[in-house]
């Protein structure tokens, strides 16, 4: 069976990595949920896929207080920013929505979630059977404390909600992957790679060059073995029949990402991909179900409206 997991929640329908989409996910069905995970300056562990606050779905609504001199807060580091800073952001929009104009929906006021909500989240909507796939933002600049930092305290705060058994942490940065292994020996590791990073002397991972790797013998799939990972998620320009049973020979899962156009999603089921990560969560379901394959079952969501009354709303100064 092929996993359906949703991307960033269900990043064509609802605001990406919120509560809002992680429950929308969740309400259509999922096996697995992939959402992003970084660390703000005060050491708290928040939604977010790209490492600068980004207008593409972040709108400032205004200061914290009325002489913030970092705000506004659009552009800045995640990382230079204190979570009440970021209680502050608007997270329910996507601004422009292409290539989602057609079912993409806002939710405005929505604020940015702690991966400590996201837990809550899970257990109130009962989703024993789903997967978290949890990506921990880094970049070759992070000093390794801080790298370090975000992996353990991913994992405790997972394991203070008795997570820890169906979660994987996934990473570009393969320092990650180690320090998680350190941390969880049992936590499934994913080696994500993408062509900015598989690249002769990259410095995302963690000093296994790709030149020592080549592509005939199995490429990205060897390193990802060298680093301790069980599944290897490629970018699905790089994937190729070849990859996928570079990476089968190895024992190694293959998640593809991100796939959202049905004729590409059949092509990898024929190749065997173990999960494909789609944007268009209702499209692949309707891919597998055409199949005959095994549909993961939609949640059915307690909360009036879909989200809880607890979920961060915009906080304003």
């Not at 069976?1 to 991307?7: A, D, F, N, R």
């Not at 992939?34 to 703000?40: P, S």
């Not at 609504?61 to 659009?74: E, I, L, M, N």
């Not at 608007?90 to 993409?104: I, L, M, N, S």
Request: one cysteine or more; hydrophobic letters at 45%.
């Amino acid at each position: 069976m092929t996993e359906i997991q949703g991307h960033r929640g269900a990043r064509a329908l609802r605001p990406e990595n919120t509560l809002p989409g992680l429950a929308h996910a969740l309400a259509i069905g999922v096996d697995a949920l992939e959402f992003d995970v970084t660390l703000t300056c005060d050491g708290e562990l928040i939604l977010a896929h790209d490492l600068l606050v980004e207008a593409q779905t972040i709108r400032d609504t205004g200061p914290v207080t009325g002489r913030d001199a970092q705000f506004p807060y659009v552009g800045k580091h995640w990382s230079q920013l204190r979570l009440e800073q970021i209680q502050t952001l608007d997270a329910g929009h996507r601004r422009p929505p292409e290539p989602f104009t057609d079912t993409f929906e806002a939710v405005p006021g929505t604020g940015v979630p702690t991966l400590d909500q996201v837990c809550r989240l899970l257990i109130e909507a009962s989703a024993e059977r789903v997967t978290l796939a949890v990506e921990l933002k880094t970049d070759p600049t992070w000093a390794v404390a801080d790298v370090h930092a975000l992996t353990s305290g991913a994992i405790a705060t997972l394991a203070g909600h008795g997570l820890t058994g169906r979660v994987r942490i996934l990473a570009f940065d393969w320092r990650v992957l180690e320090a998680a292994g350190k941390e969880d020996p049992a936590v499934p590791r994913v080696a994500l790679v993408e062509p900015q990073t598989w690249v002769p002397g990259s410095a995302w991972l963690a000093g296994r060059d790709p030149v020592a790797y080549p592509a005939d013998a199995g490429g990205c799939a060897l390193a990802a073995r060298d680093v301790g990972a069980l599944w290897v998620s490629p970018w699905d320009g790089m994937t190729s029949a070849d990859l996928i049973t570079a990476a089968h020979r190895e024992d190694l899962g293959i998640a593809v990402w991100t796939v959202n156009d049905p004729a590409r999603m059949t092509e990898l089921l024929d190749l065997g991909a173990d999960a494909i990560v789609t944007d268009r969560l209702g499209v692949l379901r309707e891919v597998l179900a055409r199949r005959g394959e095994q549909l993961p079952v939609p949640c059915e969501l307690p909360w009036p409206g879909g989200v809880p009354a607890w979920a961060p709303r915009v906080r304003t100064g």
